[in-house]
């Protein structure tokens, strides 16, 4: 049986927190019970796990009136939705498709052009091209309104252009640092403030240099400027401005990273389902990371169960990058649901048909969760052997200068040698000890290794309670060097 309000229930659950707020500062209803229904929606958007329920006694067609309402004002400035309407025209105007309404609709945007907006070089080249379209018609009138609008804002135009080539100059070395490390990009941040914090300048070339911005402050671990860049965008978003469903949901996994970091876990999570809220290109990518989260606040039912749920996404995406972390996460979450051979088997599988793949994008992470899956079902030989094949050890070390770099690998190599009697346990302790030390001062590391420590516990508890008495248990600037015996 149908549940009441099911439609209006499940399109009202779809809404973000940004959104309903938008809509109650926004709306000029006077109706008490429209008024109501915005505050539960509201309430609802904020407290998914305790929703308030829809009243039945409110007439049927105001919540259609609602729903339909929402929609129209949410589209309205919707940005993306901006940008479908340009491409559309865009494709008339170029196949001579224009119908009179469109036309109107040109003018319109042209004669109500303020201040440049999210798309504003593209609707500048839109202009552009319509007024080719109108010259060689004889449409005088149209043309001049046309012209008009280009030469006002031809200045303006041609500084967002150049803003935005220079952008991808500086995408180079902030992706190039955080690929390989042999880069500087540090002076890439005082420009990237000054395009963010220009109100003068197009959404788009704002926007842009937040996501450089969110890399690079990544890369030197520079969070609590993230966090200013973060409020900012906030009291943005509660205006409707720089406003689309995949931005916001860009936003919230980007919060989630820093919370993350921070070992925030349940603010990680609270954005993390957040960011999955609306179905965006980018949907898998942050659902991998949400299952991170999870799997570290050992929910790890329902880190399985979102894994389990997306595997058609999985199927669909052609990013390396997301479907190695997807398989990575898939393995960690199979053992920690006490389906260890299965992990194995899995992982096994994977590697003999990606093993390209695998390689060139995330193999620390795959080999790290192939390897703790190894550990669970005692296959020490096999981790030894897997190292050896694929040299994970001479690759280990050349990863070390990378910013995320921890010594995941080797704890668990060592272990495994120790476990085969290649190496004594005071060995096993000293390169565990000596390899961590350089990560220490790093918060988010700390936390990272105190928790693997806490896994391993169960293959050598006097080692690793030794270890977690050592390093994680004092504060980092007073753990001295330790040499090898």
Not at 208 to 215: G, P, Q
Not at 277 to 286: A, G
Request: glycine fraction near 2%; charge should be positive.
């Amino acid at each position: 049986m149908q549940r009441p309000l099911k439609k209006f229930s499940e399109f009202a659950a779809t809404l973000l927190p940004f959104e309903a707020e938008y809509l109650l500062g926004t709306h000029q209803f006077q109706d008490n019970e429209n008024i109501r229904l915005l505050k539960t929606i509201a309430h609802n958007s904020h407290h998914p796990g305790q929703t308030k329920p829809y009243s039945l006694k409110v007439d049927k067609r105001k919540y259609s009136y609602l729903k339909k309402w929402i929609a129209e004002k949410l589209d309205a400035i919707n940005v993306d939705v901006f940008l479908e309407w340009l491409s559309e025209m865009d494709r008339k105007i170029m196949t001579d498709a224009l119908d009179p309404e469109d036309e109107r609709k040109i003018i319109n945007q042209i004669r109500q052009h303020q201040e440049p907006g999210f798309y504003f070089i593209r609707f500048y080249e839109l202009v552009q091209n319509y007024q080719n379209y109108l010259l060689i018609r004889m449409r005088q009138n149209y043309y001049e309104i046309a012209g008009s609008f280009l030469e006002k804002f031809r200045e303006e135009y041609e500084n967002s252009r150049t803003i935005n080539q220079r952008l991808h100059q500086a995408t180079r070395d902030i992706v190039r640092q955080y690929a390989e490390y042999d880069t500087e990009a540090a002076q890439w941040e005082k420009w990237l403030l000054e395009v963010f914090y220009n109100e003068d300048l197009d959404g788009l070339n704002r926007y842009l240099a937040v996501v450089r911005l969110v890399f690079l402050y990544y890369n030197y671990k520079d969070y609590h400027r993230l966090i200013e860049i973060f409020e900012h965008l906030e009291k943005r978003f509660k205006k409707g401005e720089l406003y689309s469903p995949r931005i916001l949901a860009n936003y919230y996994a980007n919060r989630l990273l820093v919370h993350a970091r921070h070992n925030e876990l349940d603010l990680a999570e609270t954005y993390g389902y957040l960011s999955i809220r609306y179905r965006s290109n980018d949907y898998l990518y942050y659902l991998v990371n949400l299952c991170a989260v999870l799997l570290r606040k050992g929910k790890y039912i329902g880190a399985l169960q979102l894994l389990n749920r997306s595997f058609p996404e999985l199927k669909k995406t052609i990013s390396p990058h997301t479907r190695i972390g997807f398989i990575s996460y898939y393995i960690q979450a199979l053992w920690r649901n006490g389906r260890a051979a299965e992990a194995v088997s899995y992982a096994h599988t994977t590697l003999q048909t990606d093993r390209v793949g695998i390689m060139q994008h995330r193999w620390h992470l795959f080999f790290s969760s192939y390897m703790l899956a190894l550990l669970a079902t005692e296959k020490y030989r096999d981790i030894l052997a897997l190292a050896r094949r694929y040299k994970l050890l001479e690759k280990d070390k050349k990863a070390q200068k990378r910013a995320g770099y921890i010594p995941n690998l080797i704890w668990i190599h060592q272990l495994a040698a120790y476990k085969q009697l290649a190496i004594s346990k005071e060995q096993l302790y000293n390169t565990i000890y000596e390899s961590t030390l350089p990560c220490l001062t790093d918060p988010h590391k700390f936390y990272l290794l105190r928790e693997l420590c806490t896994d391993l516990r169960v293959h050598d508890v006097e080692v690793f309670d030794r270890l977690s008495h050592e390093l994680f248990k004092n504060p980092p600037e007073k753990i001295a060097p330790r040499f090898f015996v």
